[in-house]
């Protein structure tokens, strides 16, 4: 199987992005493009983020062999029914959410006749909309697929193929577990960046002023991954519930254990620690997944999903 015509729903920086990058590395496949928002779909087609931006999903995705759904992970159901009826048999739907099993389950309901293989370019930048895609968002970055049981193989080699060619590595993994994965690498980060900024933004002992004057490194950050757009966010965490309590639960038992080693001058126990989590990001930075230089060796795009 292979795929020649591809609808994007949702032209964020994530649709965008696709749009982009298929254009500069599968320039013979076609793109159309579809968002709800008519000042989105201006700003795409201004910008040429796919070969058509369309009126309305039902034209997007006539014909398509693959759908990507680029919308937030609370509105997969509502989108994926809207185009229900105009999905060409052979189609692939996939999507982009960061909580993969309430997505398999919400696309399951609403299209019960198609094939269904979720996905997760894990990639991302604080930034949302239109104006912020770019083609190589998606390189030498992570891809995971979650794949339901019984998949057709030649659709799932066909959406690997696809995201290897936009520059991805593609990762096989059970959803469940990708959940898991994602709760403690990514969501509980971005939900302890909220509330560390929340919680300085509401110190009445320390301005606001302050706070942002003399914002340290760390909490710059922090403040970076704290500005990703909203609803994305409060569905990721609506929709990954179970594995992000689970993981918030440990989270809390470590904290509370810092807290004895700060408070009883424990500070074998602190360094230790200390140790092993600069060992973890010297991993990371091997393995590719971020830039040892300054500022991470980014000027312009952060990653965050």
Known sequence: ????????????????????????????????????????????????????????????????????????????????????????????????GSSKE?????????????????????????????????????TNRWCIITPPDGVDQAALDALSAFWTQLGATVEIMDAEHHDLVLAVTSHIPHLIAFTIVGTASDLEEVTRSEVIKYSAGGFRDFTRIAASDPVMWRDVFLNNKGAVLEMLGRFTEDLTAMQRAIRSGDGEAL???????????????????????????????GDNA
């Open 102 to 138: 309430s997505v398999a389950q919400a696309l399951a309901r609403a299209l019960p006749d198609h094939t269904i293989i979720p996905a997760h370019p894990v990639a991302g930048t604080e930034q949302s909309g239109p104006e912020a895609g770019f083609a190589s968002l998606f």
């Open 271 to 301: 360094h230790e620690l200390f140790s092993r989590t600069r060992a973890i990001r010297r991993q990371v930075i091997a393995e590719g997944q971020d830039d040892g230089r300054p500022d991470f060796g980014r000027k312009d795009h």
């Open 1 to 96: 199987m292979s795929i020649a015509n591809v609808a994007i729903i949702g032209l964020g920086l994530l649709g965008g992005s696709i749009g982009l990058a298929v254009r500069e590395h599968a320039p013979a496949v076609t793109t159309r493009g579809y968002d709800r928002d008519a000042d989105v779909r201006k700003a795409a087609q201004k910008r040429g983020l796919v070969g058509t931006v369309c009126d309305t999903a039902t034209e997007a995705v006539a014909g398509a062999d693959l759908v990507i759904l680029c919308v937030p992970v609370g509105a997969m159901e509502e989108a994926a029914r809207d185009i229900a009826d105009d999905l060409a048999p052979h189609a692939i739907i996939s999507d982009v």
